[in-house]
């Protein structure tokens, strides 16, 4: 696929990788021939979860019996807004640069929604809107660590120490993209589709306490042991939390995908990104993302900037536009070239024709 596209779009959904596809394809052979049911397959699902939720906690350095295995960091969202038992009365802080996989959730939790105002502000000003709204009622902070619509990285060592409450962050564009750390938070949620270029739908979720959040969406694998009136006892750590099945060859494609990521990822994306920045700067572009930030560059588009990624794409190179905002954004991975970020910039000059 890159032998043929311009591909900024990770930020979306990743790349996937030849070895990612060829272990599917095995997979979903063995399962044609062998089947899915009988004792050796079950184990063997179980043991690939395992190993993917292993893998998982390797990415964000946590034990991996704090980690869940879900379908996206939308559902994880849902998990742990859910389980707090949110309602009339509470409040929760979130910012109006967050993906609606999080703030829908968190409207139709009951709680008041308190958003700071972060999107046009200097990225260094953003941690005291935040914790300006954390009041006495406050419930949860729900922010992403690298914030979709500007690739601005949020301080989340600094908002942990500044609130006392628990702390969900959204990693769906730092995970993969930028090192992460997750163990001092409450919340931490995991997209394996995007920066990991993993298979879709694969996720995860980081529970720092397992035992202080409450099963609200049970799934099979919620129970070490269960009544027949739906009495259960919940599993040990956070597999309590897993949603459901992943099927077998996504979860295959998946770890293929992790086994494959090159050490040097964050350095030459960041790289990328510096440069893609500097060169829409050098046309004269109004770029919203501030240096020394994620893999993601947001700028001003004049025109109608979802018929300029459209005619962008028709023409090889894939962005994407930011609904509502008038800004394009392009997705640098450790797979994009100097010759990549050309083109984007050569392409944008002919759609403003």
Not at 118 to 140: F, H, K, M, N, Q
Not at 237 to 254: Q, S, T, Y
Request: proline fraction near 6%; glycine fraction near 10%.
């Amino acid at each position: 696929m890159l032998e043929r596209y311009v591909y900024l779009n990770a930020g979306s959904v990743g790349p996937l990788a030849r070895r990612s596809h060829e272990a599917m394809a095995r997979a979903e052979l063995a399962e044609l021939q062998e089947g899915r049911a009988g004792l050796p397959y079950l184990h063997g699902m179980l043991a690939t979860r395992d190993r993917v939720r292993e893998a998982f906690a390797a990415q964000v350095g946590v034990d991996a019996a704090r980690m869940s295995l879900t379908s996206s960091t939308t559902e994880s969202c849902r998990i742990v807004i859910a389980g707090l038992g949110l309602g009339a009365g509470d409040e929760v802080v979130t910012t109006d640069a967050e993906h609606f996989g999080l703030t829908a959730p968190l409207h139709v939790s009951g709680a008041q929604v308190r958003v700071a105002e972060v999107r046009e502000l200097p990225a260094a000003e953003a941690l005291d809107a935040i914790v300006s709204l954390v009041g006495p009622r406050t419930r949860l902070v729900a922010v992403s660590h690298v914030l979709w619509i500007t690739g601005h990285v949020l301080p989340m060592t600094e908002l942990r120490d500044a609130v006392s409450v628990p702390l969900l962050v959204d990693g769906a564009q730092s995970i993969g993209a930028i090192p992460v750390e997750a163990e001092p938070f409450d919340f931490y949620t995991v997209s394996g589709q995007k920066w990991l270029c993993g298979p879709v739908p694969t996720g995860g979720l980081y529970v720092r306490d397992p035992e202080r959040l409450e099963v609200k969406l049970p799934s099979y694998f919620s129970q070490a042991s269960y009544e027949r009136d739906g009495r259960f006892e919940p599993r040990p750590g956070a597999v309590r939390f897993d949603p459901g099945w992943i099927p077998v060859p996504f979860l295959k494609g998946l770890l293929a995908a992790l086994d494959g990521l090159p050490e040097w990822r964050f350095e030459r994306s960041r790289e990328m990104a510096e440069l893609c920045r500097e060169q829409l700067m050098d046309a004269g572009y109004d770029v919203v993302t501030e240096p020394g930030h994620a893999n993601l560059v947001s700028w001003r588009w004049d025109g109608d900037p979802a018929e300029a990624a459209k005619q962008l794409g028709e023409e090889g190179v894939l962005i994407r536009d930011m609904p509502g905002t008038g800004l394009l954004r392009a997705s640098c991975g450790y797979w994009t070239s100097e010759d990549d970020i050309t083109r984007l910039v050569a392409g944008l000059r002919r759609c403003a024709r």
